[in-house]
T-cell receptor, first 115, second 111 residues
């Protein structure tokens, strides 16, 4: 079954610094991969998705992620962090082995941004 | 267009009670999925419905059930509530595969 692993439950950066959130996937078939963001007491908002087109995917709010098959990774980056980026970030893989699509999420990474 | 809506926003129940959570998908979306997010964890898949039929079910006990109505809205029911059922319940709707849009969730607290 497909799965994702997010390395680091918390990541702290200074405002203006590079953001790097790590995600590795396990999949027996070409995966569909997603990054979602969750602000406190809110639902999930889709940041970006990889669906086997371009390996470098650009999302909203200046985020992007690169699909690397050789490393089974889909890390999320942003060149310059803003205070408003502080939130929980989830990597997810689409599991279609069962004949329908469900999302399998990682455990999340909390991004802390300091002034 | 309105996004996915869920009601109620918050709910407090006691052990052994039953609860019904509601979800309205984005207009035109025929598929609805339910996820449970326990504090500090990622969401876990519970159910998916498409055109009023159950397409898939996650690893949850039979106390959890759901249904989808002709207007594609959906209800999630949980019977005989346990303390461990306390969580944020998320509903997601989709028009096509590989694109799920989430609602704000219902925060269920079981005392």
């Amino acid at each position: 079954a497909q799965s994702v692993t997010q390395l680091g439950s918390h990541v702290s950066v200074s405002e203006g610094a590079l953001v790097l959130l790590r995600c590795n996937y396990s999949s027996s078939v070409p995966p569909y991969l997603f990054w979602y963001v969750q602000y406190p007491n809110q639902g999930l908002q889709l940041l970006l998705k990889y669906t086997s087109a371009a390996t470098l995917v650009k999302g909203i709010n200046g985020f992007e992620a690169e699909f690397k098959k050789s490393e089974t990774s889909f890390h999320l980056t942003k060149p310059s962090a803003h205070m408003s980026d502080a939130a929980e970030y989830f990597c997810a893989v689409s599991d279609t082995n069962t004949g329908f699509q469900k999302l399998v999420f990682g455990t999340g990474t909390r991004l802390l941004v300091s002034p | 267009d309105a996004g996915v809506t869920q009601s109620p926003t918050h709910l407090i129940k006691t052990r052994g009670q039953q609860v019904t959570l509601r979800c309205s998908p984005i207009s035109g979306h025929k598929s609805v999925s339910w996820y449970q997010q326990v504090l500090g964890q990622g969401p876990q898949f519970i159910f998916q419905y498409y055109e009023k039929e159950e397409r898939g079910r996650g690893n949850f006990p039979d106390r959890f059930s759901a249904r989808q109505f002709p207007n594609y809205s959906s209800e999630l029911n949980v019977n005989a509530l346990l303390l461990g059922d306390s969580a944020l319940y998320l509903c997601a709707s989709s028009l096509r595969a590989n694109e799920q849009f989430f609602g704000p969730g219902t925060r269920l607290t079981v005392l």
